[in-house]
């Protein structure tokens, strides 16, 4: 490498943009989340992927909250998002919104991430960070799809997952 | 789906446990990390990857550390790591032992993390939160990748960036 790096905001917006190379549509349901610092860090990731909305439901945290804010880097002022009640009632509206829903979870049936044809309208729908996606919610889902894991331990932290999985959602193989 | 999560340990392990699809070998040097929280993730990340090695170079925390504790769960335990003070020194090591060094960074001459073949031995360079990988380091990079934004943020955290750049580097494509 040159050595160089790239540190003007200007260049960093124009190159190191993504590009048309994303077709697809996103959003999240943060499913009774805990943290408000994982939700941040899914709006910061959230601006990242460019998506179009923010599902939160049961008692998960939504702006504004100090602690959404520290993560999200102030992203979450730019990600329409709501909070519904019911996590049953969020996912019959996002379908009929016309999203498919996706779950990330350790489900029967579900397929490595890699393996998924993601739909071009998806909304990833991620859990409550130790009970996981609850049944009600999983059956409205079109597939549940995880991260392989090749250590010891048995789960990744929610929103690094939802970034793994979200960036294959959106991005086409160069291949 | 059938709305019915896996919950038992042994199952977990055994059936959503990555396979020997990646042949690859992992490790990641942090350079100059301020955040311990990010060193914890990128343990936990590290469990998670399989990855062989961790490298602090400079003023980088590393265990013991209660923060770093907290964010990965416990997972630095079980991954080697070592402490190296100059950063070129630990970059020189690195390719003396055989590792192929790659940075995550906007930097000139950076492609996406998708259109890079990665080696079959990477090691990840992440930099300094505000600073990034220095330039020193970067040349001793055999190339540098970033994870294109879709949105008006110009960076991810670190932590999830390297996730996200890591599955990529060791999971093969199925199709």
């Not at 993560?71 to 509206?93: C, K, Q, W």
């Not at 998924?116 to 609850?134: D, I, M, S, T």
Request: net charge positive; hydrophobic share 45%; with cysteine.
């Amino acid at each position: 490498m040159e050595g160089r790096q790239v540190r003007k905001k200007a260049a960093i917006r124009k190159v190191f943009r993504g590009g048309p190379a994303s077709q697809a549509e996103i959003s999240f349901l943060l499913q009774d989340f805990e943290d408000a610092y994982n939700v941040g860090s899914i709006f910061r990731l959230a601006d990242a992927v460019g998506a179009k909305l923010i599902v939160g439901t049961g008692r998960t945290p939504l702006p504004p909250d100090p602690m959404i804010g520290v993560t999200s880097l102030g992203h979450h002022r730019r990600i329409p998002f709501r909070h519904v009640a019911g996590h049953e009632e969020a996912g019959n509206a996002l379908r009929e919104e016309g999203w498919t829903l996706v779950a990330v979870e350790v489900a029967e049936g579900a397929i490595p991430f890699l393996e998924y044809e993601f739909p071009q309208r998806v909304c990833l729908v991620l859990g409550n960070e130790g009970a996981g996606v609850y049944g009600a919610l999983l059956r409205q889902c079109a597939a549940a799809v995880y991260v392989p894991m090749f250590g010891k331990g048995r789960s990744m932290n929610v929103a690094m997952c939802a970034g793994i999985v979200a960036y294959r959602a959106i991005l086409k193989e160069s291949s």
